[in-house]
Nanobody, 123 residues
Framework: QVQLVESGGGLVQAGGSLRLSCAASGRTFTSYAMAWFRQPPGREREFVAGISWDGGRKYYGDSVKGRFTIYRDNAKNTVDLQMNSLKSEDTAVYYC????????????????WGQGTQVTVSS
């Protein structure tokens, strides 16, 4: 089992950057593929980015390709999301998720979730 805690959310102007971080507990971090999802106000949750256990495979939602980058540091048990060129439509609660033994793509089964961190982009 793994527990996830997100940080780094906040208010940023359109065109700016923000970096989210997710800290995972436990000693088996490399057993999990990791991902970031988001839920905009009044809308369903959507996949943002995913990364395999070793960082060798990365996946991105169409709306963030070229602007967001996902990283993981297995020595520190963290997964980060670097968000550049932010737009007002990126405003959402961002969630970190863990998938046991998978690859971290959008259709994966993510069993563990963090509590979320709010990102607000002002236009």
């Amino acid at each position: 089992q793994v527990q996830l805690v997100e940080s780094g959310g906040g208010l940023v102007q359109a065109g700016g950057s923000l970096r989210l971080s997710c800290a995972a507990s436990g000693r088996t971090f490399t057993s999990y593929a990791m991902a970031w999802f988001r839920q905009p106000p009044g809308r369903e949750r959507e996949f943002v980015a995913g990364i395999s256990w070793d960082g060798g495979r990365k996946y991105y939602g169409d709306s963030v390709k070229g602007r967001f980058t996902i990283y993981r540091d297995n020595a520190k048990n963290t997964v980060d999301l670097q968000m550049n060129s932010l737009k007002s439509e990126d405003t959402a609660v961002y969630y970190c998720a863990a998938e046991p033994g998978g690859w971290g793509h959008a259709d994966s089964a993510f069993d563990y979730w963090g509590q979320g961190t709010q990102v607000t982009v002002s236009s």
